[in-house]
């Protein structure tokens, strides 16, 4: 079992920036990769970035050059900083953990981009 938690959402002008982070409890040395995923009002969830247990990052393409995932040091902790914030970034963003068995969902945060 993992549970995660998502945190630092919130409201932000276009143009700013936000850091999302992501605290993991449980069997957390089970996990291979970690991300984090959006979805928009009346779309469907997306992915935005991962981060395998290795280093190796993913984003999609509409958020390169603009996002980073990481991981802290004692692996428990996976942030998304994202910079030039556009309204279209607006959703609630989900922490996710992928073990070899199963996939684990945060609550969301809520980000949104708006003047």
């Known amino acids: 079992q993992v549970q995660l938690v998502e945190s630092g959402g919130g409201l932000v002008q276009p143009g700013g920036s936000l850091r999302l982070s992501c605290a993991a409890s449980?069997?957390?040395?089970?996990?291979?990769?970690m991300g984090w995923y959006r979805q928009a009002p009346g779309k469907q969830r997306e992915l935005v970035a991962t981060i395998t247990s290795g280093g190796t990052t993913n984003y999609a393409d509409s958020v390169k050059g603009r996002a980073t995932i990481s991981r802290g040091n004692a692996k428990n902790m996976v942030y998304l900083q994202m910079n030039s914030l556009k309204p279209e970034d607006t959703a609630v963003y989900y922490c996710?953990?992928?073990?070899?068995?199963?996939?684990?969902w945060g609550q969301g945060t809520q980000v949104t981009v708006s003047s």
């Open positions: 996710h953990a992928a073990l070899s068995t199963n996939n684990y």
């Open positions: 449980g069997t957390i040395f089970r996990i291979y990769v």
